[in-house]
Nanobody, 127 residues
């Protein structure tokens, strides 16, 4: 059974940073394409960022491009989301997700294609 556990959320002021982590167990981590999504109250869960199993390919939503950076440490079975210059509109529960694939350079933006999900970590940005 694959488990994903997010951490690193919190309450911060606008303009500051947070580093979110997602620890993965129960799978060969390099065989997972990983993604970050977020869901604000009353809104659908939306794509934030994705990274391929090899780390070679990354992809970002336009709303976070230039502010957020996704990375992974395959030795530690962990994926990260560095969030800089946070805005109140970034307030949401952030989820990591895993897509099982044999393609080391694939990234996935469609949440329906992800196989496993974490429970999320709350990020609240005050103005």
């Amino acid at each position: 059974q694959v488990h994903l556990t997010e951490s690193g959320g919190g309450l911060v002021q606008a303009g500051t940073s947070l580093r979110l982590s997602c620890a993965v167990s129960g799978a060969t981590f390099s065989g997972l394409s990983m993604g970050w999504f977020r869901q604000a109250p009353g809104k659908d869960r939306e794509f934030v960022a994705a990274i391929s199993g090899s780390s070679v390919v990354t992809y970002y939503a336009d709303s976070v491009k230039g502010r957020f950076t996704v990375s992974r440490d395959n030795a530690e079975n962990t994926v990260y989301l560095q969030t800089n210059s946070l805005k109140p509109e970034d307030t949401a529960v952030y989820y990591c997700a895993a897509h099982v694939t044999s393609d080391s350079i694939v990234v996935v933006t469609d949440r329906l294609q992800y196989d496993f999900w974490g429970r999320g970590t709350q990020v609240t940005v005050s103005s």
